[in-house]
């Protein structure tokens, strides 16, 4: 006699093994993409942006690490609130947006001159983040490459390097977990898209068609003391906003830096998905089991 | 590799490559538990099709906050439940009196290839009454917890839970009625 819990195990771990048929498969396949096709409209607000590769001069060793303060700073240069449009977008709307949203998943594309990691046009780094987790993916092509992931409320950080089935998990210092509050969640935090860089100096740019949908953009020239670690002779932060949904769409930024102005950097960010929840559940990388780890 | 967070977000970017993903990911899933709501292979393969397809469409204007795979699961629990809704008119207005089975006979187009162990299970649960069967195997099976049940079907939790009794009561009688067979 089978008690109510075995039968509850029972249901619970049966092996239901099937399979399905190739053929069909394809064919369903093919029918799932036809209609995936026919139902982007070709002026989608997410399609990807058409934007040339940008003209990279000598290389410098210094790009390098440049390129991951100018990541960190490429969100939340600007201003919003206050800054008037008649137009269309009221800025302190998508300030609230931005605030209001619980996650957001973006794409960051890169290139600087000489720096050893350039990836454009096929290279992008994928980023998630709320207020408290934070994960990278960089890509080439469409194969991941490497991925870094904090955890600050699971004190947890996880680097792993797919292309050397490597990774190395470990715990959080509180320490740590302070100074990266400190210093990166402006950056990591949805809310951090607002309140850092408040003080730029910007300027209007008016409105645009980016890939189909009405955008309207600011523009600060102020780098700061934060931008770059090499001294910059001209800099130019651009984001573009939608006028119908009042969510970022586009944010461009160029750099061109060093004593002789031979440093450039560009980067973009796009693919915004705002108003996702994220939790450490879903965004903690999973690790192959054939990974070792990192001694 | 890809979480499904990434997929959904690559996927709203028109990536075919993620929606070709999530399907193979997940069709197997879908599949599964399309026949064992069904026990019938081709309404299976309809629902399933048919969920695939709406989401395929679905890019722009989805706004998925949970899980992607629950998300598709719910999908096929709701459809499963209309086509068995569809099925008890049809049989009380005297217009299909056949018995749904896993059928042993091969289609052409068969999409499904269930082994004994799926066609078996199928056979057991299709012998409690449709909303018993459809909450233990959503809850045992697809891991949904009473509360979210309850939310799909729209009635209460305690009704979900009385349901859930109540079907592997009768779970337990046809099993132990094939041991002592």
Known sequence: MRSAENIEKLVKNLDLDMDTNAQTDKAVLTELLDAQKKSMKQDSAIALPNIGRFIMKNPMTKVAAAAVIITATILGLFEFIGTGSSSGVVWAEVAKNVEASPGVIFRIRKTGSGDPNDQWPNGYTVMQRNATLSRTDWYRGDQIHRTVYFDLVGKTKIWVAHDASVYSKEAMSDEEIQKMRADGLGWTNPQGLINRGLTRKHHTLGQKTIDGVLCEGIETNDAGDDVSNFPVKSFSARLWVSVKTAYPVLLEIEVIGGDDGSIRHMSMGDQFQWNVDLSAEDVEPEIPTDYKPLE | ?181
């Open chain 2, 1 to 181: 590799m890809l979480e499904d967070h990434v997929l959904i977000w690559k996927f709203k970017g028109g990536s075919r490559e993620a929606l070709c993903r999530i399907y193979q990911k997940y069709k197997k899933d879908l599949l599964r538990l399309a026949t064992i709501l069904l026990n019938d292979t081709g309404d299976a393969e309809d629902i399933v099709h048919d969920v695939f397809l709406s989401f395929a469409q679905s890019a722009e204007k989805l706004k998925l906050h949970g899980n992607l795979k629950s998300y598709l699961l719910t999908c096929v629990a709701n459809r499963a439940r209309n086509v068995n809704r569809m099925h008890q008119h049809r049989r009380t207005v005297g217009l299909d009196d056949a018995e749904q089975v896993v059928s042993d006979a091969k289609r052409p187009d068969e999409w499904i290839v269930c082994s004994e162990e799926l066609k078996r299970w199928s056979d057991i649960l299709a012998r409690l009454p449709f909303e018993q069967r459809e909450v233990v195997i959503l809850h045992l099976r697809a891991g949904m917890k009473f509360r979210q049940i309850a939310k799909l079907q729209d009635i209460s939790v305690n009704t979900v839970k009385g349901r859930y009794r109540y079907g592997l009561v009768k779970l337990r009688s046809i099993l132990n009625g094939e041991v002592e067979k």
